[in-house]
């Protein structure tokens, strides 16, 4: 942990770093902030969401949560409701009840006096929160009385704090367009400043993501910041990424993992005199999540059991956290100290099937920590300067160099090997020959036996007709891979691949080393006359698939049948001898060591250094489901971004560095252009072998085309030997204010 103090920025500097600032710098600037105060520190809840209504008479068009009165899933909580509820979840240890909704006559004060005493007297110690301002402002002009008397009863009933929801964007030309029917943001501002004056504490959130510009968001900001140096009654400050996905606004996509976390890093260096910086789970993907815990946040909210709001909008279910343990378990991997709290951080421990208060703060200042080494920083100014590091100097800036600092420093060099502001794509379908496979890989969902009734072999014709279909949807690229088949001979390759070059005008980039390998054995021929047939029946590169990790004490273990790392070298140099060019690539996270990891990055080096024939290297992280290899720790966003900015910073000579969207998400391998990449891989039309794990992310074009806008690169459709086919440099038009009132209607 650093000592790292940030001086206040004005309005005009904070424009300014989200404007300019090279995303790996602002996530470290953040993150010495967040560690100066937190140190190890993250905190989390295990809350529980009560929705009394989804009927709203406010009826805002950024929201899919509210419906209108008679329909068919509208419903209301009555007090006999809340207590099966609030039955239910008397066992599950909770820290928090969040209770917010809809806003309707019927719901009125003495509603939510009985609601909120019911809930204390069900849950003692939990605390009970949520109740927006806008909901307070609401409830209070509805029963005629003022929003202190409003707050002093439910105060007296048990509401500990404000959630912070409603806030939106405070900025009259947004909020005018994305809330019209919600209260003003002086409003908001009052309700909390009222809040603070009788000792409610509150957080306060910006949903950011639909149609604010950068000024907006700093101007949101200065609003919070102003009063918080007024009352001090913030806890924390909570970025809202908008979601796409429910019927407002006609917004296409959902907020960028680059917008999120630059916009949460900010806000931990612009916020000062907030303690905390918070981002919920039940909004993102769980590697974008651990990124933005070394961002500037240390807080990722809860359990959030029972969420209805961030569902309805489109936030994706499958990320959940659904027990304390697993957040948890998920915190220590990415090397934090867990601290189960509730939303006001008093110290929490379990006792007796509930949580008892300690009467401490969980979120203390924190010790300074001690001086740690820098002997990493002299040998990254090296790199930064163009030098080559050797193995032992890149084994220091792997393990001591922090993963910003590395990324940093890696996009300069991406500059340098790949000049301007295009970042590439391939549309390519992947094509599997068989699931039959006799290596047994322990690391492999994929692979079947000859005798499962699962077992699959396209014929040659099939295999022709899929790759027709392919070309005919627009894709230049075919990938053609399959296990290895012990009745698959050289001459059913020949067939699909003649069949494919008379017949398709595509780019056959086919056939992992080890097929090759394999086919050469049943042929007992050379690896090399292997390739020249191969190539002779239409094979134009090879990918760079079966390297794994090019150290023979891990092929050992985790696939003790497979080529060594030596013949995989070999095989590649014999395939750049006669003129094909080659993909290389790594799968890590088998519990390799760093030196073995750098022993891989070497040996590619190496080999280009020789032949040049190289086209791009390209890194995934190992997932274990449905694997019978045990994964000593699951890899996570931070991993993957810091052997990101390493193969750029080692390899020197390898030109493009691929992001890998298929096993770390769309959002993280965004993240992978700040950190080295220039190439967003491939638009797949399909893909079995990674999905065979459970990992199923999804992009199609326009997906990939927004992404690399909004990392600030022009996106660029490509060839298999990234020459450009199209370049997409005019951006897509912002929508007019009569299509945006067309998209609230629907």
């Known amino acids: 942990m650093s000592n790292y103090v940030q001086p206040r920025i004005t309005d005009e500097e904070a424009l300014d770093m989200l404007q300019n600032m090279s995303t790996a710098e602002l996530m470290y600037r953040a993150d ?18 009560l929705n009394p ?12 949560f509210w419906r209108p009165e008679g329909a068919k899933d509208a419903y209301i909580t009555t007090l006999d409701d809340a207590r099966k509820n609030l039955e239910r979840a008397q066992n599950w240890n909770l820290t928090d009840l969040h209770i917010v909704g809809g806003m309707i006559p019927e719901l009125d004060m003495k509603y939510y006096e009985d609601l909120f005493s019911l809930a204390r007297e069900m849950l003692p110690g939990v605390l009970l929160q949520g109740m927006t301002a806008v909901e307070i402002h609401w409830i209070a002009g509805n029963a005629g009385i003022s929003v202190r008397e409003c707050l002093e009863r439910l105060k007296a009933c048990g509401f500990g704090s404000i959630s912070g929801g409603g806030a939106e964007i405070f900025h009259a030309d947004v909020r005018k367009k994305i809330a019209t029917t919600k209260i003003l943001a002086q409003h908001w501002l009052e309700v909390h400043e009222t809040a603070h004056e009788l000792g409610i504490p509150t957080n306060a959130t910006m949903l950011f993501g639909h149609i604010e510009k950068d000024e907006h968001l700093i101007d949101h900001l200065s609003r919070l ?26 917004i296409k996509h959902t907020v960028s993992g680059d917008r999120q976390v630059r916009v949460a890093a900010l806000s931990r260096i612009y916020c000062d005199n907030f303690p905390h910086v918070r981002m919920l789970v039940n909004y993102m993907d769980r590697k974008l999540l651990g990124v933005l815990t070394h961002s500037g946040v240390d807080d990722i909210g809860g359990t959030s059991l029972e969420e209805r709001i961030a569902k309805e909008g489109g936030a994706p279910q499958s990320q959940k956290f659904f027990t304390a343990k697993e957040m948890e378990d998920f915190l220590l991997n990415h090397d934090h100290t867990p601290i189960l709290t509730n939303s006001v951080y008093d110290e929490l421990i379990p006792e007796e099937g509930t949580m008892k208060h300690t009467g401490e703060r969980a979120d203390k200042p924190v010790e300074a920590a001690p001086e740690v080494s820098n002997r990493w920083k002299p040998i990254l100014d090296r790199v930064e300067a163009g030098e080559r590091i050797n193995a032992e100097e890149a084994a220091i800036i792997y ?13 300069k060099r991406r500059q340098d090997a790949v000049p301007g502001d295009i970042a590439t794509y391939v549309f390519d379908k992947n094509l599997n020959t068989t699931n039959v496979c006799v290596v047994d890989c322990k690391f492999c969902a994929f692979y079947t036996k000859q005798e499962k009734s699962d077992a699959y072999v396209k014929s040659p014709e099939q295999i022709v007709q899929q790759v027709k279909e392919a070309a005919e949807a627009g894709a230049t690229q075919i990938l053609i891979q399959g296990g290895l088949h012990p009745e698959l001979k050289l001459d059913y390759y020949e067939k699909c691949l003649r069949g494919i070059r008379d017949n398709v005008d595509i780019w056959i980039h086919s056939l992992s080393p080890t097929e090759i390998e394999f086919m050469a054995a049943m042929e007992h021929i050379s690896i090399k006359e292997c390739l020249q047939r191969l190539k002779d029946a239409g094979l134009q590169s090879l990918p760079g698939g079966g390297a794994e990790i090019l150290n023979d004490d891990i092929r050992k273990r985790i696939s003790p049948k497979k080529t060594r790392s030596k013949a995989w070298l070999d095989l590649m140099e014999d395939a750049h001898s006669i003129g094909l060019k080659t993909t290389a690539t790594m799968v890590y996270g088998f519990g390799e060591t760093t030196e073995q990891r750098i022993e891989h990055f070497m040996k590619v080096r190496d080999l280009q250094d020789k032949t040049g024939g190289f086209t791009a290297f390209i890194p995934w992280s190992f997932s274990a489901d449905h694997t019978d290899l045990d994964c000593p720790r699951p890899q996570n966003g931070v991993d993957y971004l810091r052997l990101i900015a390493m193969a750029r910073i080692i390899l020197d000579n390898v030109p493009h560095l691929q992001a890998g969207w298929v096993t770390e998400g769309p959002d993280v391998s965004q993240l992978a252009l700040q950190f080295g990449a220039d190439d967003y891989g491939g638009v797949l039309m399909t893909e079995e072998v990674v999905s065979a794990t459970g990992v199923d992310y999804q992009v199609d074009e326009d997906l990939v085309l927004f992404l690399i806008r909004e990392a600030g690169y022009i996106p660029a459709q490509r060839t298999t030997q990234y020459e450009n086919i199209k370049v997409y440099d005019e951006a897509p038009a912002e929508l007019t204010e009569a299509e945006m009132s067309v998209a609230y209607v629907e």
């Open 399 to 411: 393990d001591e160099a922090p993963f910003q600092e590395l990324g940093r420093v890696a996009a």
């Open 32 to 49: 010495q902030i967040r560690r100066a105060r937190h140190g190890s520190k993250t905190y989390y809840v295990h809350s529980h969401n």
């Open 53 to 64: 209504t989804n009927l709203c008479v406010v009826e805002c068009n950024l929201c899919s």
């Open 225 to 250: 910041r102003t009063l918080q140096d007024k009352t001090g009654g913030f806890q924390a400050v909570i970025p809202l990424p908008f979601q796409a996905n429910g019927k407002a606004l006609g």
